[in-house]
């Protein structure tokens, strides 16, 4: 079985969610709605790998060795304006999607395993996921056309 790897890559997914949301709120303090929104995201990121630590600790490491899952590290990039709030954003979405979907194959794996706690974990988490993305796909939607066509 491959639980405790799965559930290890969620949770580095989910801190390089809450790093990147972090920085991505230090890079625009300029606009307070995004850095609070942002910080706020992040804390529910930072929850989430709290979370997974209970599960990774009930399931045992693999006999055989595990097989690796490189996971590229993304990051916002810091370019100021507009137009580095679009790709910050862009970048933000890709992390929050991919926490969104291994948020719901978790979610079969617990039906699968018929655990309660995990699966209301899945759950909980999940909503949350979702609204990231959502607030994410909100903010790209506002700064598009300013960001590329209005954009010095």
């Known amino acids: 079985m491959h639980i405790r790897s799965y559930l290890q890559l969620l949770q580095t997914r989910e801190r390089q969610l809450a790093e990147a949301l972090v920085a991505f709120a230090d890079d625009h303090t300029d606009a307070p709605d995004v850095a609070d929104a942002c910080y706020r995201l992040a804390g529910w990121s930072q929850r989430h790998v709290e979370v997974l630590d209970r599960f990774v600790a009930r399931w045992p490491a693999a006999s055989a060795p595990e097989p690796t899952v490189p996971l590229p590290p993304l990051l916002p990039a810091r370019i100021g304006g507009s137009y580095g709030l679009l790709h910050g954003l862009h970048t933000l979405w890709l992390l929050a999607q991919d926490v969104l979907l291994r948020w719901q194959v978790l979610e079969q794996v ?21 609204r990231q993305v959502a607030w994410v796909r909100t903010r790209l939607a506002e700064v598009a056309a300013q960001a590329i066509v209005a954009a010095p």
């Open 110 to 130: 617990a039906w699968a395993l018929r655990d309660g706690e995990l699966l209301a974990a899945c759950e909980e988490a999940g909503r949350e996921a979702q």
